[in-house]
Structures are given as structure tokens and as C-alpha cells.
């Protein structure tokens, strides 16, 4: 459910754009054969009870929470590519933590190939889904991910600044565009999805002064009801850089 800004700061602050492969693991890697019309409440091998969520008051229900996926709890199990290089899987879990002053907490933990991320916090508001917190550095104030009103056509900007443990800090501007509905493939089944381009720069700047920009492009899917199912970044700096991110199975709740 998170927005392609939020993969593109975590994988910018582990270092050189990288992240590093997951043990392989034991779950069943059997493709779904889910159809944009029939996509079922789960489609994994997950036994593991999902955390309990607490529920959205109506007011805080819109269509970018439902493209998002934010409205329950959800586990999603990606495959990551890095320069058409399988990364291993990576799990997102997801929880509505609480419901205070017309504002709702969503934490995210992410594990396997994941992990690199960090952790994150996210905040459901009437106009939209903004990141709080990220587990590798300190936002500067909280930034809008994604929309309340959410459909074909819509655009908005990004601009936030993050400084991790290390002393670095990352600027980064984005344009993301809700460009057309179209059939997606992957590996959890085909569905209809939002399919949402981005183009930017990230601005590194080292503890030691040194600074680098990177141009940044993106394609990011989304279905309502479980949020990202792909996405394809395209980094260019000093050299081009491909990541990609597919969604293998899910469970909610």
C-alpha cells in the first residue's frame, strides 16, 4: 500500500540505490489463478493470524484509501528485482493501530527482501494518506502519498526531505499523475488497477557536504481493496539503475 516515493527514499538511504536478498524461505511460491473479476480475500499459504486492526470511521474512507488497501489489516508477499536480478520475496504487514482526533495511525513492518526499508508510519486524513515516520531517518513533517480523491486524471506533487542515522540527507520532488485503468498480470492473478506515473530528482547530500542528484521515474499499479500490486522505478544518476516490485500473495482481514 505504499506510495513508489516512500520505496525510492528507503532504497536511496541504504546506499546505492541496493538492497540485499532475503534467505529463501519455505512458503509455497504456487502461482493464483486470479482473474480482475474474481480476485479472492487470499490467495497465499500464510497460516500466521494477521494483527487486528481497528476500524475506519466513515469519514475517513475515500478512494485513495481503497486503492491503498488501508482500510484493514493486510499481509503482502512481493518479489523484488533489482537490474532484472530476483531479489527474493519481501513481506509488508499492515495495521490500523488507532483512531484519534480524525486521524488514523497505520503501521507497516516489512521483512525479507524487504527489510532494507525500515519500518513505517502512516497517517489516514480526510484529504489523503500521509507518511509520518520512516525506520532509516527522520521526515522533516509529514508528506501526502496519496490523494483522499483518488482517480483517472488526478495529479499532485510531493516534496519532503529526510535525514537518516547516518547524517545524509535526501530531498526529493515528485509529479505523480493517475494516468488510465488497465489489466495488470502478476504473479498473485490479473486485475484491473490504477496505473499511476511519477517523474522526479532525489537530492543526496552526504554527512561530509558531498552532494548527488538522481532523476527518477515511475509506473506504480493499484487495485482497491490491496493497494500496490507493481511497480518499475528507473533511476539515473551517475548510472541507470532498474527496480522492480511484484506482488506474489496477500492476506487480509
Known sequence: MVKSWAWLLAFGLVGAWG???????AESNTPSSN??????????AETTPL????????????????????????????????DGK??????????????????????INRTGSLESMGNES???RKDGIYTVSLGLGTIKEPQLQIPADLKVGKKWNSNFEI??????????????????????QVKAGTFDALRVDGTGTITRTTANGEKSDTKVATTSW????????????????????????????????
Open 19 to 25: 538492497c540485499q536478498p532475503a534467505p529463501p524461505t
Open 35 to 44: 482473474t480482475a473479476t474474481e480476485a479472492p480475500a487470499t490467495n497465499s
Open 51 to 82: 494483527p487486528v486492526s481497528v476500524s475506519l470511521p466513515a469519514e475517513l474512507l475515500s478512494e485513495g484509501v481503497a486503492y491503498m488497501g488501508a482500510d484493514r489489516s493486510q499481509r503482502l508477499v512481493y518479489n523484488l528485482f533489482q
Open 86 to 107: 530476483d531479489m527474493g520475496e519481501g513481506t509488508m504487514e499492515i495495521r490500523i493501530v488507532e483512531v484519534k482526533d480524525g486521524m488514523a495511525q497505520v503501521d
Open 122 to 124: 502512516m497517517s489516514i
Open 163 to 184: 535525514k537518516a542515522v547516518t547524517g545524509d540527507t535526501t530531498k526529493m520532488v515528485q509529479s505523480s499523475n493517475a494516468a488510465k485503468t488497465e489489466s495488470v
Open 222 to 253: 493499484y487495485v482497491k481493496g490491496i493497494g500496490l500490486i507493481k511497480m518499475e522505478i528507473t533511476l539515473t544518476g551517475a548510472a541507470e539503475q532498474k527496480i522492480g516490485v511484484e506482488l506474489a500473495r496477500y492476506q487480509e482481514k
